[in-house]
């Protein structure tokens, strides 16, 4: 079964997801600007796409938890040539992989990127206008846990 794209209250013309049977729930609390995750109950770990089951242990003994909305930045990549003819114009942009409590991972745009990036810095995830939220850097000076 799937379901329409989210396309209500949201102001954009960049391509929406199109949320499916497993991760639905995830979308629709995305949508009322909640980080959720996956969480399972047996492997006391998070993951990230919603799948029926937890890709560790393979049970369906799992609930969505709430995630802080703040994560440490995995990899990324800045892109110079637009992939989608709906960011032309917005080029270089950078998709962060941002890591969350629990160790579920998730794709974002990291909204301006002025300076070189750190593996692991802290990045806050912040919801805009439209459906999908962006990541934001910390000044490095102010790094959560930062030794000044
Ligand atoms: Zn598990």
Redesign the pocket.
């Known amino acids: 079964m799937t379901r329409e794209p989210i396309e209500d209250e949201v102001l954009t013309d960049k391509p929406l997801p199109e949320p499916d049977h497993d991760d639905a729930d995830w979308w629709d609390a995305l949508h009322n600007k909640q980080l959720t995750v996956p969480w399972?109950r047996?492997?006391d770990?998070s993951w990230l796409r919603v799948t029926p089951t937890?890709p560790?242990?393979g049970?369906a003994?799992?609930e969505f938890r709430e995630a802080a909305n703040i994560g440490s930045l995995y990899s990324w990549v800045t892109i110079h040539r637009a992939l989608d003819p709906s960011f032309a114009g917005e080029e270089p942009y950078t998709i962060g992989l941002i890591e969350l409590q629990g160790g579920a991972r998730l794709y974002l745009l990291i909204a301006q990127v002025e300076r070189e990036l750190v593996a692991g810095e802290e990045v806050s995830i912040e919801f805009t206008t439209d459906l999908l939220p962006v990541g934001r850097l910390w000044p490095l000076e102010i790094q959560p846990g930062a030794v000044l």
């Open positions: 399972c047996t492997c770990r937890c560790r242990c049970l003994d799992w």
